[in-house]
């Protein structure tokens, strides 16, 4: 199946910095990627649409401002964590639209100080 | 509103015997519906979907059925091997109308029993 990677895997930072999180498709072209987070023992809960060269859609409840997405190219997106605080400590995962199909990528844990 | 419910958190069964693990919707315009495995601190990885055409879809050991009627879906692993043992996410979506957003459900996690 398609490959998509994460980077990092996992991060732990202090309280008001920011984080930076790849998400790759390694194989094949994404238009669109879509960013999940999951707190322990429940759901993926969508967080936001990315599109290649335009906004990302956000879900809602989930803060543009706090969590920006950058989606530059066909094969990378970005999701920065804006003056992460404690409560934004989660498991990150992206996934990537082939066909009908989301490619998922491995998943980052952040965890903040 | 959980549109995706999986109401067993859990499930455990004997290694060689049939896993079944279920999943209701409550949204009649998904049209499109997948099963992910996933380990913790990894992200999902695709077993099996299905389209509202069908009825059923079978890979190898695993099958699932869809009642659309019911807004039901279940997944079967038969025989079931203790490495088949995960968080099983069932995730439904509009792809056919153009709505590729997946909303997942809660999650069963599966042990099988050596």
């Known amino acids: 199946g398609a490959v998509v990677s994460q980077h990092p895997s996992r991060v732990i930072c202090k309280s008001g910095t920011s984080v930076k999180i790849e998400c790759r498709s390694l194989d094949f072209q994404a238009t669109t990627m879509f960013w999940y987070r999951q707190f322990p023992k429940q759901s993926l809960m969508l967080m936001a649409t990315?599109?290649?060269?335009?906004?990302?859609?956000?879900e809602q409840g989930v803060e543009k401002d706090k969590f920006l997405i950058n989606h530059a190219s066909l094969t990378l997106s970005t999701l920065t964590v804006t003056s992460a605080h404690p409560e934004d400590s989660s498991f990150y995962i992206c996934?990537?639209?082939?066909?009908?199909?989301?490619?998922f990528g491995p998943g980052t844990r952040l965890t903040v100080l | 509103d959980q549109q995706v419910k999986q109401n067993s958190p859990s499930l455990s069964v004997q290694e060689g015997r049939i896993s079944i693990l279920n999943c209701d919707y409550t949204n009649s315009m998904f049209d499109y519906f997948l099963w992910y495995k996933k380990y913790p601190a990894e992200g999902p990885t695709f077993l099996i979907s299905i389209s509202s055409i069908k009825d059923k879809n079978e890979d190898g050991r695993f099958t699932v059925f869809l009642n659309k009627s019911a807004k039901h879906l279940s997944l079967h692993i038969v025989p079931s091997q203790p490495g088949d043992s995960a968080v099983y996410f069932c995730?439904?979506?509009?792809?056919?109308?153009?709505?590729?957003?997946?909303?997942f459900g809660t999650g069963t996690r599966l042990k099988v029993l050596a």
């Open positions: 996934s990537a639209r082939g066909g009908y199909e989301q490619f």
């Open positions: 990315s599109n290649e060269g335009s906004k990302a859609t956000y």
């Open positions: 995730a439904a979506s509009g792809a056919t109308s153009g709505t590729y957003k997946y909303i």
